[in-house]
């Protein structure tokens, strides 16, 4: 027994002495060949880099795109990737315990955007702007990333991230249908005004959804939907279509990120939370007029596949979802070339917080947004391959690889990049989406929707991504579906969100996260993008 | 027909009723149980896109395929393969560890060889042991196997499957000790035998079907254990539960794929109680009768 614990005792001894010896190991020249010659990758020869990403698999999303290029990477480099799979739910709370604990075994992350103040507040991740200029790395066009999702890469001005993935929320609709002269007559007949084409407001949405809602639509049998939304309860997602649809009327567009405008969160100033204010309120009370009257009711329950099936299959007329659905669309019989697409309606009244009072508006406020995880590539602060693990993520950010990314739209990895828009605001060609089986049609409505979203508004929904926000959304997204389901009224829910959210930040400490707050949304500056 | 005639008859139509509704009752209780099976075997079935739909019925209802199942082993047979493998040593080596370590603690707890007091303390902070929330554990666990440099090492979801689940093992091990009459040991001890010989020849096979039982209860916990495999692994040692709800992507959980990984995750353990069931109902039920 004696000599067991003695093994065992010696035995840990060892493996610490092993352990602490392998961090020590500084050796910086392993990777550092000064003698690269340009154009070439530098050599990472015997180094293995471990990437943690989505558990989707070699052909599924996200992680389809790390398993298809590693293996020329590998070859042009000489080092190994190992790809750790994480199911999606657990992803921020597995990385951060690697990360936090010390544990290190991750070298880079190709993960949600929203861990970006995790990672930063804690000195978590390098910032890759020292690689930028070197020789030896793959050249990533940084300067066509479009300003609104440049944000995102950055912390405070200093870039933590490697493009890669750009998600957004959008209105998308069968253009088809909208176009039906029967339902046009009808839909005058009943609302008094012409069937919007798209809408352009949440009212007209509304109002379109619920005419939609139970009518037989074209090559269905069965009774159609007027939107498909995804808002099942725990599933942590339901939170996002309420935060699409509550922008418009709570989002004041301004010159400047400033206590009033273009906040939507918290006032930067005194670090209250906004959640419970008239026009976060009114969103919900929309978003729940909109689910009850427009949809069906399973819809409280779909995930986000199930969403797309009830568009993607010709039953429902709208769907609010991210962008790839339009990727989906094209093995869908009943929408491929009648896609529509547009950024999701504004509003003709917004909440003014200065003079607390609704302002009318003479065109609709129309919110871009950057909904969703925003898949980008960072580098561990704990590795010891950092260099290897910023070529391999630069390698997949390479203009010819993102084009390609853009063409196959189901690997999850959506434009950032105005070289992935068409012609004449990108520089893609329709030919190479027509190539990759688009419709022409599809494949313009997709390019001009997103970049509709992100280009050609006057504000933006502000990105959280500060520490804790994974917190913040699961409260949130409780008591978005709570309300849906009918358990709570809109301003009893949305006062419990504030409620928690201001211990949240006690517990953060109120100063630090107020400067990490003003940071995350580029208070003080011109609003360029969420 | 007089009454003497018919008094066996009633009886045993009275039999034959009860019969038949212990064995409809039976049938209504292996449909609840057998449902999820038959859920994830029509869903495993289905093309994604009819999965949600009520069709349960192949051929009739739905047209079945064999996509789903061709798609996992081509792309993801490594995942499933290793995550198989490492399941079956985690399960296989924790619990023959708990039943060993397990089976020397209860036969001294249930011989008392401690004061009563003493003994009771010792069950009791065992129990508690086995009260405690996994998540408590984990992170000191995770810092733990780091220093040891155990992180993705298999050898890590051993220690702490086995140290999770021992006191359980102890515990229903202690019980089936006690139902073992001193009588038996003494009578050998009377004969000459040392305690541990009486122990290891006398007591030791009378209850070999409940440490079959106990194996099967605490590898059917580690099989099934998902918390430690999430946290301290990564690539080389993760587990079916894992491969399992990896198969929740960003657009939704893909039911046709987990259906496929729960039905494959099901074998091992089924064949392992098929193996055994004769020692699991002897287990199960030793005690239930005492003369």
């Known amino acids: 027994?004696?000599?067991?614990?003695?093994?065992?005792?010696?035995?840990?001894?060892?493996?610490?002495?092993?352990?602490?010896?392998?961090?020590?190991?500084?050796?910086?020249?392993?990777?550092?060949?000064?003698?690269?010659?340009?154009?070439?990758?530098?050599?990472?020869?015997?180094?293995?880099?471990?990437?943690?990403?989505?558990?989707?698999?070699?052909?599924?999303?996200?992680?389809?795109?790390?398993?298809?290029?590693?293996?020329?990477?590998?070859?042009?480099?000489?080092?190994?990737?190992?790809?750790?799979?994480?199911?999606?739910?657990?992803?921020?709370?597995?990385?951060?315990?690697?990360?936090?604990?010390?544990?290190?075994?991750?070298?880079?992350?190709?993960?949600?955007?929203?861990?970006?103040?995790?990672?930063?507040?804690?000195?978590?991740?390098?910032?890759?702007?020292?690689?930028?200029?070197?020789?030896?790395?793959p050249e990533v066009d940084v300067d066509s990333v479009l300003p609104a999702v440049e944000n995102l890469l950055q912390w405070g001005g200093t870039q933590y991230a490697v493009p890669f993935d750009g998600d957004?929320?959008?209105?998308?609709?069968?253009?088809?249908?909208?176009?039906?002269?029967?339902?046009?007559?009808?839909?005058?007949?009943?609302?008094?005004?012409?069937?919007?084409?798209?809408?352009?407001?949440?009212?007209?949405?509304?109002?379109?959804?619920?005419?939609?809602?139970?009518?037989?639509?074209?090559?269905?049998?069965?009774?159609?939907?007027?939107?498909?939304?995804?808002?099942?309860?725990?599933?942590?997602?339901?939170?996002?279509?309420?935060?699409?649809?509550?922008?418009?009327?709570?989002?004041?567009?301004?010159?400047?990120?400033?206590?009033?405008?273009?906040?939507?969160?918290?006032?930067?100033?005194?670090?209250?939370?906004?959640?419970?204010?008239?026009?976060?309120?009114?969103?919900?009370?929309?978003?729940?007029?909109?689910?009850r009257e427009g949809g069906p009711r399973a819809q409280l329950s779909w995930d986000l596949g199930q969403s797309w099936e009830a568009f993607l299959s010709g039953r429902a007329v709208f769907t609010i979802n991210t962008a790839d659905i339009a990727s989906g669309a094209q093995s869908s019989d009943a929408v491929k070339g009648n896609l529509g697409g547009a950024p999701i309606p504004g509003s003709l009244e917004v909440f003014n917080r200065e003079r607390e009072a609704w302002e009318k508006l003479d065109e609709p406020n129309v919110v871009g947004n950057l909904l969703g995880a925003n898949w980008n590539g960072t580098v561990s602060k704990l590795s010891d391959n950092s260099e290897a693990a910023y070529s391999f993520l630069a390698f997949l950010a390479q203009k010819e690889r993102m084009l390609d990314y853009a063409y196959d739209g189901a690997d999850g990895v959506d434009p950032t990049s105005s070289y992935q828009f068409l012609k004449p605001d990108g520089a893609a060609d329709v030919g190479a989406y027509e190539k990759a089986g688009w419709s022409a049609a599809d494949a313009e409505a997709y390019s001009k929707a997103i970049l509709d979203n992100l280009e050609n508004v006057d504000t933006y929904l502000p990105y959280l991504r500060t520490r804790g926000t994974a917190d913040m959304f699961e409260t949130l997204d409780a008591a978005v579906t709570n309300t849906l389901a009918g358990r709570s009224p809109p301003q009893e829910a949305l006062d419990g969100v504030a409620e928690q959210w201001t211990q949240l930040v006690e517990e953060l400490g109120s100063d630090e996260f107020k400067e990490e707050y003003q940071t995350a949304i580029g208070y003080g500056k011109e609003p360029t993008g969420p | 027909m007089t009454r003497a005639e018919t008094a066996p008859s009633i009886v045993l139509t009275r039999r034959r009723t009860t019969k038949l509704l212990l064995a409809l009752l039976a049938v209504l209780v292996s449909c609840f149980f057998a449902f999820p099976f038959f859920w994830a075997l029509v869903t495993s079935l289905k093309p994604p896109e009819k999965a949600f739909n009520d069709a349960v019925i192949p051929f009739l209802q739905f047209d079945p395929t064999l996509d789903n199942w061709s798609a996992e082993f081509a792309d993801r047979g490594d995942l499933i393969s290793k995550g198989l493998t490492n399941s079956t040593i985690a399960a296989t080596l924790s619990a023959l560890i708990c039943v060993t370590l397990g089976t020397f603690a209860g036969y001294s707890l249930a011989r008392a060889t401690l004061s009563e007091k003493r003994t009771r303390t010792v069950t009791d902070w065992l129990l508690s042991q086995r009260l405690l929330l996994p998540v408590v554990v984990v992170i000191p666990y995770l810092l733990t196997f780091r220093a040891l440099g155990l992180v993705d090492n298999i050898v890590a979801l051993v220690v702490a499957y086995s140290v999770f689940n021992l006191p359980l093992a102890v515990l229903v091990m202690k019980d089936f000790f006690a139902d073992v009459p001193v009588d038996l040991e003494e009578a050998a001890m009377t004969d000459g035998a040392s305690q541990f010989q009486a122990f290891r020849t006398v007591v030791l096979p009378v209850v070999v079907p409940g440490m079959v039982a106990t194996f099967v209860l605490v590898a059917a916990f580690a099989w099934n254990e998902f918390l430690f495999a999430l946290a301290l692994t990564y690539n080389n040692a993760t587990t079916m539960p894992v491969a399992i709800i990896g198969a929740e992507s960003t657009r939704g959980v893909e039911f046709w794929y987990i259906a496929v990984r729960s039905l494959i995750a099901m074998v091992p353990p089924v064949l392992l109680v098929m193996f055994v069931q004769r020692y699991i109902v002897r287990g199960l039920s030793m005690g239930a009768v005492k003369g």
């Open chain 1, 168 to 291: 957004e929320f959008l209105l998308w609709y069968r253009k088809d249908i909208l176009a039906n002269a029967g339902f046009k007559r009808d839909f005058k007949a009943e609302y008094g005004y012409d069937l919007p084409n798209p809408p352009q407001t949440i009212d007209e949405l509304i109002d379109a959804a619920a005419f939609f809602q139970g009518k037989q639509l074209p090559g269905s049998s069965q009774p159609g939907y007027g939107i498909a939304m995804s808002l099942k309860s725990g599933q942590g997602a339901a939170h996002f279509w309420y935060q699409a649809i509550a922008a418009p009327y709570s989002i004041l567009p301004g010159d400047q990120v400033d206590e009033f405008h273009n906040v939507f969160w918290f006032d930067p100033e005194t670090m209250e939370p906004l959640i419970n204010q008239p026009g976060q309120v009114r969103g919900l009370e929309q978003l729940v007029e909109l689910a």
């Open chain 1, 1 to 137: 027994m004696n000599v067991s614990l003695a093994r065992i005792v010696v035995g840990a001894v060892v493996a610490i002495s092993l352990v602490a010896s392998g961090c020590g190991d500084d050796d910086d020249t392993q990777g550092a060949d000064a003698s690269v010659k340009p154009g070439e990758l530098r050599k990472f020869d015997g180094e293995t880099i471990n990437i943690a990403t989505l558990a989707a698999g070699p052909k599924g999303v996200i992680s389809g795109v790390v398993y298809k290029h590693r293996d020329e990477w590998e070859r042009k480099t000489g080092a190994k990737v190992e790809v750790s799979e994480i199911p999606f739910g657990d992803i921020q709370t597995k990385i951060m315990a690697d990360l936090n604990t010390g544990v290190g075994n991750y070298d880079a992350m190709l993960a949600p955007a929203w861990g970006m103040g995790d990672y930063v507040a804690g000195d978590l991740v390098e910032s890759v702007d020292q690689y930028a200029e070197q020789d030896g790395y």
